[in-house]
């Protein structure tokens, strides 16, 4: 695994599960505990929107790129912050790139709660992997730890 990895979504996901979840999300609805994703571009500076699925892990957030190095994750990297709203609330957000050596159980909590929906990704890796595969697959993988602003 390299940290470019980056798989990008087909047409159906894109411009239709994508728009579908941002657009439920936006009326208050998530989907499997979904939140539209919002970063400033780190070229244009305009608000760039992608739903995301954060995640809980120990009563520390984190958002996972199952995608690999994303535009939202070349953006963040920048930005260092972005927002995570539902409806009308919006939470505004520091984010700080997780190490690969802290990422295994991140993402072993990641495929346990929505490896149905994103298992896809990881290439035949799942909430059952050994420690040493999860450590194997970990640079392809962007984590970021969100922190209250």
Not at 51 to 74: C, K, S
């Amino acid at each position: 695994m390299t940290e470019s990895r980056y798989l990008a979504p087909d047409w159906f996901t894109r411009n239709v599960f994508n728009r579908a979840v941002r657009s439920l999300t936006r009326l208050g609805i998530s989907v499997a505990g979904s939140r539209e994703l919002r970063v400033r571009g780190r070229k244009s500076g305009e608000w760039r929107s992608t739903p995301v699925n954060p995640l809980v892990v120990d009563h520390v957030r984190y958002l996972v790129a199952p995608r690999g190095t994303t535009e939202w994750v070349r953006n963040i990297r920048v930005a260092e912050q972005g927002e995570l709203r539902r409806g009308r609330r919006t939470e505004q957000f520091r984010a700080t790139e997780v190490a690969d050596d802290a990422k295994v159980p991140v993402l072993r909590e990641y495929l346990r709660k929505w490896g149905w929906e994103v298992g896809q990704f990881f290439e035949g890796i799942d909430k059952n992997a050994t420690d040493a595969d999860l450590a194997r697959i970990a640079p392809g993988f962007p984590v970021f730890q969100v922190l209250p602003v």
